[in-house]
Every structure is written in C-alpha cells, then in structure tokens.
C-alpha cells in the first residue's frame, strides 16, 4: 500500500524556517517525480515544488522561489521541503504528493496524496 | 503562467442528479488536465487524468473531456458520497496551476 506521511509542520514567527519530511512507503520511491502542494485554511490548492527521480531536477512556484528547497534522499526515501523566510502568506497544509502511473507509463497528476502537515507562520 | 478558471464555484443538486462541472484553461493545454475530489479535512484524491482517463477504483459515474482549452466533469447520477469540492489542474507546463474548486452541495 504506498503511504506518504508528512512531518516538520508547527508555528514560526515570520522570517522563520522549518523543514519539511515526506516519508513514503509501498512503492519504489526512486522511481517517482514529487510535489508540494499547499491549502491555505478555507482556501484552495495551490502548486509549490517538484523534484524528479534523482534529485537532480527542481522547479518552483514564483511565490517561493528563492526561499524554498526541494531534496530527497532516496535511500532514506523520504523527500523535503526546507522553507526559509516564512511569511503569513505561507501559512497552510503542506501535502507532498506522487506524480502517477498506469499499464502504459507515468503521467502527470498526483494520484497519492499524504495527509499534510500544517504550518502557521504568524508572530 | 496558465489560469484555469471552473464554473461554477458552488451548486446545490439532488441524490441521482446528472452534474457538469466546466474548466477553461487561459491558453491551450492539450489534455493535460486532471480533476481532484477533495472532502473537509481529507486530502485531494484524484479522479480523472489526462482530461479522459479514469483512475483505477473510481467510479464509473465520474468521466471526463475536452481538450484544448475547455474541459469538463461529469457525475451522471450524483450519490450521497460525492458531495465535495472538486478541482481541475493543468500539468502542461510549471506551475502547474488548479481551478479554484466547485463545490457540490445537497439541495
């Protein structure tokens, strides 16, 4: 059964940081691009980061740009987000997400979610 | 970046009703175009990818179409355990962006 369990969340004054973990299970983990993806409180769900396969690829959301990293390590199969000069706006659930597969490859969607972890960003 | 925008934000249907969700892309997309379904306090599950392709252990009530720039979902006969929000996104091109969300509500 794959499984992604979030960790790291909490409340950080701005300007702050926290760390992020996604640990998966149930899968080849090595295999798989991963995503961020955020919902701020009552709000809808918005794009963050991705990392594909080895690590060695990365893109972000301009809104984070210069602030956030994505990481994995494959052995430990566990991926990362290191947030750094948090703000109020970056207050929400942060789920990391698993892009898919089918009979006939991988596309582009998330087809395993975790259950996010919660950051406030407030003074 | 692209803007997807779904109509309409909210609708109140009834058990069996047939339910069209709409989701226009600000520029051509192909058929990169998922739909979530997402219920209070629960992660996104996804439902349909590749604008058409319904996931594993779906329903076959929920389908999808379009292409291009417009797109919809479809629940032929709405049951007591759709009621949720649900959300278009387009993975053509970083960021991948979300609709921002229907809401479906017991009339």
């Known amino acids: 059964e794959v499984q992604l369990v979030e960790s790291g969340g909490g409340l950080v004054h701005p300007g702050g940081s926290l760390r992020l973990s996604c640990a998966a299970s149930g899968f080849t983990f090595s295999h798989y691009w991963m995503h961020w993806v955020r919902q701020a409180p009552g709000k809808g769900l918005v794009w963050v980061s991705r990392?594909?396969?080895?690590?060695?690829?990365?893109d972000y959301a301009d809104s984070v740009k210069g602030r956030f990293t994505i990481s994995r390590d494959n052995a430990q199969n566990t991926l990362y987000l290191q947030m750094n000069s948090l703000r109020a706006e970056d207050t929400g659930l942060y789920y990391c997400?698993?892009?898919?597969?089918?009979?006939?490859?991988?596309?582009?969607?998330?087809?395993?979610w975790g259950q996010g972890t919660l950051v406030t960003v407030s003074s | 970046d692209i803007q997807m925008t779904q109509s309409p934000s909210s609708l109140s249907a009834s058990v069996g009703d047939r339910v069209t969700i709409t989701c226009r892309a600000s520029?051509?997309?192909?058929?990169?175009l998922n739909w979530y379904q997402q219920k209070t306090g629960k992660a996104p599950k996804l439902l349909i990818y590749?604008?058409?392709r319904l996931r594993s252990g779906v329903p076959s009530r929920f389908s999808g179409s379009g292409s291009g720039t417009d797109f919809t979902l479809t629940i032929s006969s709405l049951q007591p355990e759709d009621f949720a929000t649900y959300y278009c996104q387009e993975s053509y091109s970083t960021p991948w962006t979300f609709g921002q969300g229907t809401k479906v509500e017991l009339k």
């Open positions: 590749v604008a058409s």
């Open positions: 997400a698993r892009e898919g597969d089918d009979s006939t490859g991988y596309y582009d969607a998330f087809d395993y």
């Open positions: 990392l594909n396969s080895d690590g060695s690829n990365t």
């Open positions: 520029q051509t997309i192909s058929s990169y």
